[in-house]
């Protein structure tokens, strides 16, 4: 017989998988525990009993949160329905507005937020803009492609498009089967294959009003100018670049070096190479019909079409404005022609975000960077038809998988199903340019659909299994985004599968995360201080957690943690009680479910209406009830209280590893032992029991043979318990929380008396 005193001082490696409870030679194992729930582990090592969650509002469900936090005061939680969200702003309802979407597609929904709007995105409906409009205003919008992105041209000299017009509303042909139903609402881009009978704009050159002259690869018409003494015009010397508009190609009065009459006309600006239609209405597979949103070259009219285009000029007097008629016949048609990179046929983007000053979207394996400093434009050339360092860009993964996420990171970061690519500047002599865009992937740890969220600037993710959870983080050495697997200690947290995350990065760096069995789990999780461990949160029997986010509380302090459930046959929303601080003591605080609080004068008889028929636990001025109420929620104290919760109660409980201290013979493993003594050491706690498995002793002075009925005071310090089980070969040390209390586990050990064999 052998006699040994172990003590465990930290909680913070939390809950550890069962493969890992033999693994003395880990360090980890000094500081985990082998259950771990409804405690979570803390940074400084303690074990703090969870708070409980406060009822908010039922409503119609299902539903699932969004975070839309404006800034640190004025934070929303969304809850989207099919069809509807509901927006909750300072623990309360604001009020509902129509979506565009169904349940089907809010459950595949992707977000990114810039300032006051929330991005939607969706590969089955075309991008929303979520807005802000002041305190109480929101809506939808749709956010419009106008000028790309696109597809790839079109290489078949033999599948041409013509169409009716060059502006306004217009008819197209293609010689081929092209278009269908679901491309009504998508672009299309004409580029012309030459442009036609068009002579070319020289300086110093008769001309004639409503005279077409092309330069640089752009059309312009002739409408107006100074004549000279024989009624003639001529051109400038400035060889015209505008694209909209009219502007002179010279002085147009006075004199040259050579005394003649300098020339110069007003030159109106028709079209260049290309232009884009959006299209309203299907026809046939050959015709449909569209807007032009950009001049589309002459040379790409229908065959036999004759049009006619008037511009205007001032006249000398530069008071009265004359409109030349003139007219040109095209039947060209162009094989030059791209279809928008999104439509209901194409799919829409999946995805988005917000980089370099550039919105960026994610379709199938493309990443599309918009214009830089333009989160409206898509435009792949500037006003002058040059692909510009600050145009858009496309980049291409080297993955079939189609992109699920992408974040905003020292590369814009895209995430599939099977890896993590990283999209950065080919050349690091200029930034992220068209032209200049290498993409590379990371690492092959790929992303489920579940959101991503940030805690400690470091981007935390589901995989695709739905059973892990990674941290992905730039590794400077290596230039490269580096892979952690945050459940390597603690696989089972994920066997009935992860749903959801949300982080709470104040008061605490607490990773949360909806378990696929409707319970919650907890990471305590501070990289620097090489803190992880992992928590399980039930919540009460009946309430089913289905989904979280987490948004700054109304004071700007602290991150508060929202959960929709169901509970019998309808959907609720729930907000987390507050955490306490290190040395705070609340005599009446929340710790049940779906609690409902009662301030005011003291009364003996409350209601909590949307828990009829339950069996309730019930805080009250520090006491402690355990009552069922009836069937309109109604229930009785012992004593009027003038501060109650009441709710349902979930459990909590830790139990350590089997202590593995070694003895006079060697190492411990295997070897009966038995606690002869025992001790917890606790901080403003209450309602704890304490013991080894199977035998548990209550801490504090308990009326009858159950929880008191009246307040007692919190204790902090040591607790002794003698003869605490039998000889055992595991033997361990377990506590419970019996009454909805505040507690706080700071360290436990005892005398370990093993034996030889």
Not at 179 to 203: K, M, N
Request: net charge negative; charged share 20%; with cysteine.
């Amino acid at each position: 017989m052998s006699r040994v005193t172990p003590a465990q001082v930290s909680f913070n490696g939390g809950e550890l998988s069962k493969r890992l409870q033999a693994r003395t030679d880990q360090n980890i194992y000094s500081i985990a525990l082998a259950e771990m729930v409804g405690f979570a582990p803390m940074v400084e090592g303690v074990a703090e009993a969870m708070p409980g969650t406060i009822h908010v509002q039922t409503i119609p469900g299902p539903f699932r949160f969004v975070r839309f936090e404006f800034s640190t005061t004025q934070g929303h939680v969304l809850a989207f329905s099919a069809g509807k969200v509901a927006i909750f702003t300072n623990d309360a309802l604001l009020t509902t507005i129509d979506t565009p979407y169904t349940w089907a597609q809010v459950q595949g929904l992707t977000f990114h937020q810039s300032f006051d709007v929330l991005y939607c995105f969706h590969r089955e409906h075309a991008p929303q803009k979520f807005y802000r409009d002041g305190a109480d205003v929101f809506g939808f919008e749709e956010y419009v492609f106008t000028d790309g992105p696109f597809e790839k041209r079109n290489k078949d000299e033999s599948k041409t498009v013509s169409v009716s017009g060059i502006s306004g509303n217009i008819d197209m042909e293609s010689s081929s089967a092209l278009f269908a139903p679901t491309d009504v609402g998508s672009l299309f881009r004409i580029e012309s294959e030459d442009l036609g009978d068009i002579t070319a704009w020289e300086p110093y050159t008769t001309v004639v009003l409503g005279q077409y002259l092309s330069a640089n690869d752009r059309v312009y018409r002739v409408v107006g100018g100074n004549p000279d003494k024989d009624n003639k015009i001529r051109t400038g010397t400035l060889t015209p670049v505008h694209t909209e508009g009219v502007e002179w190609d010279g002085i147009a009065s006075g004199v040259d070096v050579n005394d003649k009459p300098a020339g110069g006309v007003q030159l109106e600006f028709i079209h260049d190479r290309w232009g884009v239609v959006r299209i309203t209405a299907y026809t046939s597979a050959t015709k449909v019909s569209g807007t032009v949103l950009r001049h589309l070259p002459f040379s790409t009219g229908a065959s036999g079409g004759s049009y006619s285009y008037v511009g205007g000029y001032w006249k000398n007097t530069y008071v009265e404005y004359e409109m030349p008629a003139v007219s040109a016949d095209y039947s060209y048609g162009s094989y030059r022609w791209s279809f928008g990179s999104f439509s209901n046929t194409r799919g829409w983007p999946a995805c988005g975000g917000i980089w370099a000053e550039r919105l960026c979207l994610g379709l199938d394996s493309s990443v599309y960077g918009g214009v830089s400093g333009d989160l409206e434009s898509f435009a792949e050339l500037n006003e002058l038809g040059e692909a510009s360092d600050d145009m858009a860009f496309i980049a291409v993964l080297e993955d079939a998988n189609p992109v699920r996420h992408i974040v905003a990171d020292e590369q814009l970061l895209a995430f599939t199903a099977a890896a993590v690519h990283g999209i950065s500047a080919a050349s690091a002599a200029k930034g992220v340019a068209p032209g200049n865009i290498k993409s590379r992937k990371q690492h092959n740890v790929g992303s489920g659909t579940a959101g991503l969220v940030e805690l400690n600037s470091r981007t935390l993710y589901i995989d695709r299994s739905g059973n892990r959870i990674y941290e992905t983080e730039l590794d400077p050495a290596r230039n490269v985004e580096q892979e952690l697997d945050l459940t390597r200690y603690a696989r089972h947290i994920g066997n009935p599968g992860l749903v959801e995350l949300a982080a709470q990065q104040h008061p605490f760096n607490h990773l949360w995360v909806v378990r696929g069995d409707g319970s919650l789990a907890l990471a305590g999780y501070l990289p620097e201080e090489q803190v992880l461990g992992f928590a399980r949160r039930p919540m009460a029997a009946g309430v089913a957690a289905r989904t979280i986010c987490s948004i700054t509380d109304p004071d700007g302090k602290f991150d508060q943690v929202w959960i929709g459930v169901e509970y019998a046959g309808e959907w609720h929303v729930l907000r987390m009680a507050p955490w306490r601080m290190d040395g705070e003591s609340e005599a009446t605080a929340c710790m049940v479910d779906m609690a409902a609080l009662y301030e005011g004068d003291p009364l003996s008889s409350l209601t909590h209406p949307i828990l009829p028929n339950s069996n309730l636990h019930i805080a009250a001025d520090g006491a402690f009830y355990a009552r069922t109420s009836d069937g309109d929620g109604r229930f009785e104290i012992a004593q009027p209280a003038a501060k109650v919760w009441a709710g349902l109660p979930f459990e909590a409980w830790l139990e350590s590893l089997d202590f593995e201290i070694g003895g006079d013979n060697g190492p411990a493993r295997a070897r009966k032992a038995r606690f002869g003594k025992g001790w917890v050491e606790v901080l403003d706690a209450r309602g704890l029991a304490f013991g080894v498995p199977g035998s548990l002793q209550p801490l504090e002075e308990l009326e009858g043979d159950s929880v008191t009925d009246r307040g007692f005071a919190p204790y902090s310090g040591l607790k002794f318990l003698d003869g605490m089980g039998d000889h055992t070969r595991h033997p361990r040390l377990r506590l419970e929380r019996r009454a909805p209390m505040q507690a706080t586990v700071s360290a436990w050990g005892g005398e370990l008396n093993m034996e030889k064999h």
